[in-house]
């Protein structure tokens, strides 16, 4: 379900809104690109400021700054809606997406190179 959709039911379940952070990392010579996990491609995105420098820690050393983002962040399944924008067009785009909590970041790090 969209988020246009989402809100427009006006019952929200465990969602509540939250600041959400993405670092974006500085490449050579191709401009910044957020983290990824390694396996999905999937953009790093947390709740948790501090597990965010743990993601940054686990890849080499470059140059990063963290971005902030408004979410519709549900605590209890790690899914979370990004605002992106308040018009039409940006909510019926918006589509729920899981989060990267400690569980998860536990069990990627089990594994060699979880971020890139």
Do not use: W
Not at 1 to 16: Q, R, T
Not at 62 to 70: D, G, V
Not at 84 to 98: N, Q
């Amino acid at each position: 379900m969209n988020l246009k959709k989402f809100l427009a039911e006006k019952k929200h379940g465990g969602f509540k809104l939250q600041i959400g952070y993405f670092a974006e990392l500085k490449h050579e010579l191709m401009g910044c690109f957020p983290a990824i996990e390694n396996d999905t491609g999937e953009v790093v995105i947390t709740t948790d400021f501090e597990l965010l420098k743990q993601v940054c820690a686990t890849l080499p050393p470059r140059p990063f700054k963290i971005i902030t983002q408004l979410l519709y962040f549900d605590e209890l399944t790690g899914q979370a809606y990004s605002i992106l924008g308040t018009d039409r067009a940006a909510l019926a785009k918006a589509t729920p997406f899981e989060t990267l909590t400690r569980r998860r970041f536990d069990k990627l790090c089990q594994k060699e190179k979880p971020f890139k």
